[in-house]
């Protein structure tokens, strides 16, 4: 059967007729070649475009141009913002007093930041702890340590703060809060008569009990009405540690009274305080949960810092500055504090040397020069400073002995050899030495002054010497002078 046809008039005239797909004029049922663009116009006229209609290509491009310059002009663009004025910070003014004194003020330990950055973490554990103990109407106990300068206090300042907030939020009581610097204390049992104190401010104690005693008589009486939690924080609470142990451990206790109300927040330094001194606590069901803050690194110090300066509108740092100042107190304790002390340093180097200029040069930052100078005074040894005010051959003593035990890899040596080592510096370094007698006598005047420690011996000769300080300290004192560096070695 042959296939059918379909016929169409286009509007010229023409007769159009469309074929089966597949199939030829000649009824073959072979595939045809694939038709080029302008065949497939030609043979279908209703899908071609008249003259009138189309565009040309330069003048699509030049409204395809104009489309665009609207939308990079109109407000909502977000390409307008992103090539528009960006926001460039005043200049900070050294010698302007008002703004080195702000800058002074936002480094300065003693200013509380709004936000505690890198601590959050530890700020959500204590804060659900907290949280937890209020809505169960339950005590608890925390212990939070870690290294000095590591944000602890500070931290829990931050979490007392939001606590309040949301006891507020959602219609519960506001806990009491005590807290209480166990270094002012003038005895370690005064920390119970504080919390008497605030448990009953109202009440004069007319009985014969001890304030412990009354505290336990409290948190264990079922007729009490059921009040306020008490949110209580002991920094430094290792002052509390005694010979037995007494104060701490019935400190912890008074958290496992059935009716205590006490949420107790522990801050020290020491790691192992709980498990080292209060092992039993564990088997009492009141051990303290332990929070630990670690040591910052390098890139938390430096956010930390930025943070701080943020009060401020101006650059006051060279980045290269922070980032060495971040790396080297990372390095060496972690301690944030120390790093906020080497900042201001840093801009009090600045203004000596502002002070010494002429007006001619235009210091405006604090550079990488200027932080390293405070970096090294801060992390200098007071040894340093005796070891440098030094009578000369008391120094070439101690640098004989540096390079004696160098060479040697000891760490202890003879009176006789330590001679020996200081006559071939002297004649190396072309200076006259001292008598035997000379050398011993200021052998001694070095031990007196905590430098060395020389040994008892029935031979003089023989007595044993060893160096009390590090040697990176005499290394140090006297490498800026060209005559110790050659004696060093």
């Given amino acids: 059967m042959a296939p059918k046809l379909r016929s169409m008039t286009s509007s010229n005239g023409c007769l159009a007729v469309k074929l089966p797909r597949g199939t030829t004029m000649n009824g073959d049922s072979t595939p045809s070649r694939k038709r080029s663009r302008s065949e497939c116009a030609s043979e279908n006229p209703i899908k071609a475009q008249s003259p009138n209609k189309r565009r040309s290509p330069r003048r699509c491009n030049s409204v395809r141009d104009e489309s665009r310059i609207e ?33 002074k003020q936002a480094l300065h330990v003693a200013t509380q930041p709004d936000i505690v950055v890198c601590r959050e973490e530890e700020q959500n554990s204590v804060l659900e702890f907290c949280k937890s103990c209020i809505q169960q109407n339950k005590a608890g106990s925390l212990y939070v340590c870690g290294c000095p300068g590591t944000g602890k206090t500070l931290s829990i300042g931050k979490v007392q703060g939001q606590l309040l907030e949301w006891s507020k939020e959602i219609g519960l009581h506001s806990p009491d809060v005590l807290t209480i610097n166990c270094t002012y204390l003038t005895k370690t049992s005064e920390i119970f008569n504080k919390m008497l104190t605030r448990l009953q401010p109202s009440k004069k104690i007319t009985t014969n009990l001890l304030p412990l005693q009354h505290l336990q008589k409290i948190f264990s009486q079922k007729s009490q009405p059921l009040g306020r939690m008490m949110l209580m924080v002991v920094d430094e609470i290792d002052f509390l540690v005694t010979k037995d142990h007494s104060v701490l451990h019935d400190l912890f206790m008074l958290t496992t009274l059935p009716y205590s109300r006490c949420i107790l927040i522990g801050i020290a330094n020491t790691i192992d305080l709980t498990d080292r001194l209060l092992p039993n606590l564990g088997s009492l069901h009141c051990k303290p949960i332990v929070i630990t803050f670690c040591a910052y690194s390098k890139d938390q110090i430096l956010k930390i810092i930025q943070q701080r300066l943020m009060v401020v509108e101006y650059d006051v740092f060279e980045l290269a500055a922070l980032e060495f100042c971040a790396r080297k107190v990372a390095a060496a304790s972690g301690d944030v504090r120390k790093a906020l002390d080497i900042c201001r340093n840093a801009i009090e180097v600045l203004e000596a040397e502002l002070r010494g200029s002429t007006g001619k040069e235009e210091i405006e930052i604090v550079s990488f020069d200027h932080m390293n100078i405070a970096i090294t005074k801060s992390f200098k040894s007071p040894m340093v400073d005796i070891i440098q005010s030094l009578p000369q051959h008391q120094q070439v003593i101690l640098c004989s002995l540096v390079r004696l035990f160098r060479q040697c890899k000891r760490n202890a040596t003879t009176l006789e050899e330590l001679n020996r080592s200081y006559l071939e510096i002297c004649k190396s370094t072309q200076i006259r030495p001292v008598e035997m007698m000379e050398f011993t006598d200021l052998c001694s005047a070095l031990s007196d002054q905590g430098l060395l420690d020389v040994g008892k011996s029935k031979g003089q000769k023989l007595k044993n010497i060893k160096l009390k300080v590090d040697s990176s300290d005499i290394t140090f004192a006297l490498k800026g002078i060209r005559f110790f560096r050659n004696c060093l070695g």
């Fill in 71 to 103: 939308k990079l002009d109109s407000p909502k663009s977000p390409r307008k913002s992103l090539f528009g004025k960006t926001y460039k910070k005043p200049k900070w003014n050294p010698r302007d007093p008002i703004q080195m004194q702000a800058v």
